[in-house]
T-cell receptor
Framework: ETGVTQTPRHLVMGMTNKKSLKCEQH?????MYWYKQSAKKPLELMFV???????ENNSVPSRFSPECPNSSHLFLHLHTLQPEDSALYLC?????????????FGPGTRLTVL | AQSVTQPDIHITVSEGASLELRCNYS??????LFWYVQSPGQGLQLLLK??????LVQGIKGFEAEFKRSQSSFNLRKPSVHWSDAAEYFC????????????FGPGTSLSVIP
């Protein structure tokens, strides 16, 4: 595997379910990101982990819980979601330090909350 | 604060025609600028980036962009569009904080007529 991978690619869940999204980067990067992309809205940054520490949490509801066990893996744990949480969830990674660098994105998980 | 505007929500061009997608940014210092493309149901793919140096930047798939500081613009161009270029295009401005912070524009949707 190369680049940034995300699983599952599609997820349908009820409002009372608990599920997790997984992201893995194979680029040797030290920062990872979760974004939410809803229809007709700009990308919303949710969480950032840099050197395995959470450095950004953009007022995301507590029903979304990130976890970064190491620099290659990032999870987004979901529980008691609402229908308005249906969106494409994108993971990205970058190498922080030195000159500004680039975020590389995974293919996303399409989440539908019923 | 950094911001990015893409004045055109949707553009339709004929295959073989030239293309220019507009991007304007607001940033207090020398910006890091990016163009990403997103095909339906996919993640974002980096087309090109500008950090410094030559203001005309070449990217993948035959795209180029020109940084114009006086106009705060970073427009994307392609001399001859292919049907496979139909996608959503995002301009973004980057800033160095404790991570690679990137602010995305709202996107321009490109349709290509055969």
């Amino acid at each position: 595997e190369t680049g940034v991978t995300q699983t599952p690619r599609h997820l349908v869940m009820g409002m009372t379910n608990k599920k997790s999204l997984k992201c893995e980067q194979h680029l040797g990067h030290n920062a990872m990101y979760w974004y939410k992309q809803s229809a007709k809205k700009p990308l919303e940054l949710m969480f950032v982990y840099s050197l395995e520490e959470r450095v950004e949490n953009n007022s995301v509801p507590s029903r979304f819980s990130p976890e970064c066990p190491n620099s290659s893996h990032l999870f987004l744990h979901l529980h008691t979601l609402q229908p308005e949480d249906s969106a494409l969830y994108l993971c990205a990674s970058s190498q922080v330090g030195g000159n500004a660098d680039t975020q590389y994105f995974g293919p996303g998980t399409r989440l539908t909350v019923l | 604060a950094q911001s990015v505007t893409q004045p055109d929500i949707h553009i339709t061009v004929s295959e073989g025609a030239s293309l220019e997608l507009r991007c304007n940014y607001s940033y207090g210092a020398t910006p890091y600028l990016f163009w990403y493309v997103q095909s339906p149901g996919q993640g974002l793919q980096l087309l090109l980036k500008y950090f410094s140096g030559d203001t005309l930047v070449q990217g993948i798939k035959g795209f180029e962009a020109e940084f114009k500081r006086s106009q705060s613009s970073f427009n994307l161009r392609k001399p001859s569009v292919h049907w496979s270029d139909a996608a959503e295009y995002f301009c973004a401005v980057g800033a160095k904080t404790s991570y690679d912070k990137v602010i995305f524009g709202p996107g321009t949707s490109l349709s290509v007529i055969p």
